[in-house]
């Protein structure tokens, strides 16, 4: 169990916020990107002052739209997380059965290392090759390390069929990669993960490539040993939440207690790493990814409080660390502000500042995993211009925070434009590379299905045989 973390005091002057108004606009979603694409917030990176700076903003835009605080008197909720950093290069031994050693792999360019713990050296371990489940030992033993697979899903799921999740009681796990070539490292990124699954006994995950990775798999590796050297520390992060309390109908006053979770996520990959020439362009300002989703959320709670008191209740959910791995959208879920069996759908908004072509243009949004559940047909019923996910090759159902509410068993779906953004992930991401008279379109169609959502008069359910939580 975690305590509560307290982020440092940032001091800067308040933020505006666009002018008032019941009614979603085009300028107030231009002024909030020119706000979150700017450059002053240097790509919005997880556990920054600018992040700070952000949720701030967010929060009072809720407060100023009549939102309740979403978590107890607080519309913030923090979220623990664990940053591994590091003060040299990892480095790597090993030691053939002729015990001639060690040998030293070169970091970067023959491999890698995730670490999942504090940044301790292994000692030597002894080498075992695992080609096949049979040969996993009865017992996990921390003198061991495991040579596995380069496929991460085959032999973790080896490990998971075995008893041992994530390899945990083990002293190293090695996926060998002899076809793959590194390239030159100074040192590993910094590592931000989720503190409240954080376990001490996970082994790190090595990835050795080249003929390193060929001799430990055809046997010729005895012993290994992994030096790290850095610190690991707590780094607090918080989710903005905030609720509209439904007040149920007439005939099924219990509306009142389900809730829609409307979420979209306000982190990016901030600066890009290295040495560049002066002058050089370094920030990655998301502007499409997803501060277009937070600006039509932000403006879909202003017009909801505004308007006719909801049926079912409302939580609007903004999330931090999207781009690590969805971090504080599991916290969310493991630690939801609302009871979790009460959530009856999640509908999550990223990337909605440009057109998709294959999608038919302007205005014209997909909603992912459309075939999954019965609210796609639903809304094209009722009117809305909205179909199928139109790039299923590339999976967004499963890349967005929606994924975290459907690994709980709830309906999660996400509404977009953004699968032919050129500008993806890069420093051209910019508020003026938007498209507004688009993204207004898609917040009115968002605020028309979030307006059936909450009316009761519609109930989301997953189609038969669903959810399947696997790619298709």
Known sequence: MF?????????????????????????????????????ELKGRGTATPESQRVSDYIAR??????????????????????????????????????ERGPQAVEHGIEFSVSVKGDPLDTGVLRVLVVREEAD????????????????RRKSFGWLEQAGFDDGVGFGLIVRASPTRTGRTRSMPSPRIERAWLAAKDTPDVLTVMGSPAQDLWDGKIDRLELKLSGKREATPERNVVGILRGVGTPDEPQLKDE???????FDHV?????????????????????????AVLMELAEALCAGPAPART???????????????????????????????CNLNLEMLGMPDPLMGGPGKVWLTGFDRTNLGPLFVEAGFDVGPDVRPEQHFFERS????????????????????????????DEA??????????????????TRLLTSGEVTPKWNEGEPKLGRR
């Open 61 to 98: 835009s809720l407060q100023r739209s009549g939102a309740e605080p979403g978590v107890g008197k607080s519309y913030f909720q923090p979220v623990p997380l664990l940053t591994t950093s590091f003060d040299a290069q990892p480095q790597l031994n090993f030691w053939d059965s002729a």
């Open 270 to 294: 901030g600066v890009m790493r290295g040495d560049f020439p002066e002058g050089t362009d370094v920030i990655r300002n998301g502007a499409d990814d997803d501060a277009s989703g937070c």
């Open 3 to 39: 305590t509560a973390l307290l982020l440092p005091a940032v001091l800067f002057v308040q933020d505006p916020l666009p002018k008032g108004d019941a009614d979603v606009t085009r300028s107030a979603l231009l002024h909030h990107l020119k706000f979150l694409a700017s450059d």
């Open 314 to 344: 409302v939580v609007f959910l903004f999330c931090a660390a999207e781009e690590l791995g969805m971090l504080g959208t599991y916290y969310y879920a493991d630690n939801p502000s609302v009871p979790l069996k009460s959530i009856v």
């Open 259 to 265: 809730v829609i979770v409307l979420s979209a996520h």
């Open 136 to 151: 996993l030992p009865a017992e996990a033993d921390p003198t061991l390390a495991l040579v596995m697979q380069s496929s």
């Open 432 to 449: 003026d590379t938007l498209d507004y008279d688009h993204m207004l379109t898609c917040a009115l169609a968002a605020l028309k299905a």
């Open 401 to 428: 925070d929606n994924i975290v509410f459907v690994k709980k068993g709830i309906v999660g779906q996400t509404l977009s434009t953004g699968g032919d953004n050129p500008n993806y992930h890069k420093v051209s």
